[in-house]
DNA sequence: ACCTGAACACCGTTCAAGT
DNA sequence: ACCTGAACACCGTTCAAGT
């Protein structure tokens, strides 16, 4: 009955491919990435099942163009930047969208690990290599220096979704890196030696700073050298 | 018919969950990630579907154990090494094995990047560290060297298995870069004035060697101010 | 204790039929 | 041209019933 008055209210403006790709982002939101149906978002659109094939060739389009929205959007958001940043905190900066960008919509973390350098995310892989140009590298090292910085922010992207995924339905972030820490801490002191070492890291790191922190050692690998 | 000569043969060992994970691997790799389904497996393994479910919880849970099996063996085969390796050679013989592990196996690279660092990158995540220590990092950062290599070695993984899923029905990877570089080198010169640029060197480059390059981009990093 | 396989509650996708 | 919604061919998972 709540929907049968939405369905009214809707049905003014015409489907379109924009207006699908927004309910599908509302609804990744807020049911997780196993929410997204093409019953529930026909519902949500006051149609029926068939009427999104119009518009969208299918499951897979329509979550790249999901994650492409999402992408771009936080992109135009913060890459405009001070004009005299240095290309470091250019591309801390960049780094920091797409990992925002994660944290905010968990799902496209997913998604953008399985997605290859396509849409999305050559938008950021072009102003990664932007900035490594400006960092004087030669052009023979360019193209793997983007190209680390782009995998190493799909891997942490990747992981926080998984986070996510993790302790979401449980309880908070904060008692599931408690809970996580002491299950690291419980580990064979011979065979986990190294990660009982560090399980209070895990606890009580902070998950930009510790990207951030990652970005810089890409960065002093990439101009060590020069 | 011939899978009811294979039912007669196959059912004298009874069934097990390293049975149904060994199963699932031969599915995973033949049939690719859409082909493990518990029908087609039942069907392997000369069962019901139902019968599964007594020895593993769930789809979950058997993607997990299995993709933890095959990275486990490939750490067996890698790992040992020669004994007076450098810290740098046994963190590039640890990443090269992941990485030939989802090569072999590309669905274990979707896999891996939606689990959170539990049972399988654990031992990884474990050898890794061990050599962050032996490079001399201080007890602060040494979580977060392993955590950059380890997120790095993910995200290639990912993008590997992305790449695998998307030349793979078409034809050969060489085909497949080659129409990837061709549609970097069509694109806008403005705004992809640095991807235009670099479009030779993804027809070109060697996915290993690259890989490895940025391993080293990570390790320079770590080492830069010793 | 372990297995069987029918049944349940879903999916994505297609397609004849409507406007 | 665009939408409708029933129907198809699947899924993962459950569960009474068997041995």
Do not use: C
């Given at each position: ?9 809707r ?5 379109s491919r924009e207006r ?5 982002i509302a609804?990744?939101d807020?049911?997780g990435e196993g ?5 529930a978002?026909s519902?949500?659109l ?8 119009w518009?969208?060739?299918g499951k897979d389009e329509l ?10 959007g936080?992109?135009?958001a ?5 004009a005299?940043?240095?290309p470091?905190?250019a591309?801390r900066?960049?780094?920091l ?8 919509h968990?799902?496209i973390g997913?998604q953008?690990?399985?997605t290859p350098a396509?849409s ?5 892989f072009e102003g ?6 400006a ?7 360019q193209?793997t220096?983007?190209s680390?910085?782009?995998n ?5 992207g ?5 986070n996510?995924?993790a302790?979401?339905p ?7 890196l ?7 801490a419980?580990l064979d002191p011979?065979e ?10 895990l606890?009580?790191?902070d998950?930009r700073v510790?990207?951030?922190?990652g970005?810089d050692?890409?960065?002093?690998g990439?101009?060590a050298?020069?």
């Amino acid at each position: 009955m709540a929907s049968r008055t939405r369905r009214a209210e809707r049905r003014e403006e015409p489907l379109s491919r924009e207006r699908i790709v927004e309910a599908a982002i509302a609804l990744l939101d807020t049911a997780g990435e196993g929410g997204l149906t093409f019953r529930a978002l026909s519902e949500r659109l006051a149609t029926g099942p068939g009427a999104i094939y119009w518009h969208v060739t299918g499951k897979d389009e329509l979550l790249l163009a999901a994650a492409d929205a999402v992408v771009t959007g936080s992109m135009s958001a913060g890459a405009a930047g001070p004009a005299d940043a240095t290309p470091q905190d250019a591309i801390r900066a960049l780094a920091l969208g797409v990992f925002d960008a994660i944290d905010a919509h968990p799902w496209i973390g997913t998604q953008l690990a399985r997605t290859p350098a396509q849409s999305p995310l050559l938008r950021v892989f072009e102003g990664l290599g932007r900035q490594v140009r400006a960092l004087g590298v030669p052009h023979a090292a360019q193209f793997t220096a983007a190209s680390a910085l782009l995998n190493y922010i799909l891997g942490v992207g990747g992981q926080n979704a998984a986070n996510a995924r993790a302790h979401h339905p449980a309880g908070s972030r904060t008692e599931f890196l408690e809970t996580a820490a002491a299950a690291w801490a419980a580990l064979d002191p011979e065979e986990y030696a190294f990660t009982r070492d560090v399980a209070a890291q895990l606890r009580d790191h902070d998950d930009r700073v510790e990207f951030l922190a990652g970005i810089d050692l890409i960065l002093g690998g990439i101009t060590a050298d020069r």
